[in-house]
């Protein structure tokens, strides 16, 4: 899927700098090198090590299996979606809109910050709840003790387990 998605981004960032984007041709570039807090590093950032990289990790098996190159696919790509929310708004809000009006200093504010933030956070405590109430290791007695109707006579939960 990550792959998938991955071409069709680098289609339409191709698209974008090359038509859409004013000033067309490779004037965009002007808009990632005149400012200090993005450049092109952003766009290499967001596609390359943040897409390409996991894409290419996850879809081979021999390094899908490495569980340090999986963790490190996953984190890449959880940076790549959060960068991709701050590209496209860096570009809509940073491009000139009327003819004699250039490129201009774009930061989010912190309202857009934590929209990117928050579905990461939304995703942890939901790892949480799901590991604290879910069985999620079922055959494991000690990480996930059974209620007391499923339990047989000599299995005792302790205080520090309920």
Do not use: H
């Not at 990289?53 to 979606?81: D, E, W, Y």
């Not at 604290?132 to 205080?159: H, K």
């Amino acid at each position: 899927m990550i792959a998938t998605y991955i071409i069709a981004k680098m289609a339409d960032t191709i698209y974008w700098a090359l038509v859409t984007a004013p000033s067309k041709g490779l004037a965009f570039i002007d808009f990632y090198s005149n400012n200090p807090f993005y450049g092109i590093w952003i766009l290499i950032l967001e596609i390359v090590i943040c897409g390409v990289v996991p894409a290419i990790i996850l879809i081979t098996p021999r390094l899908r299996n490495n569980s340090f190159l999986f963790m490190t696919a996953i984190i890449l790509g959880v940076i790549g979606v959060s960068l991709n929310r701050w590209v496209m708004v860096l570009q809509v809000m940073a491009a000139p809109v009327l003819t004699f009006e250039n490129w201009f200093m774009y930061f989010p504010s912190w309202q857009e910050i934590a929209t990117t933030i928050l579905p990461v956070a939304y995703g942890v405590i939901m790892v949480a709840v799901s590991f604290r109430y879910m069985p999620v290791f079922p055959q494991e007695q000690e990480l996930n003790p059974l209620n007391d109707a499923t339990m047989s006579p000599d299995q005792e939960i302790s205080p520090a387990q309920a």
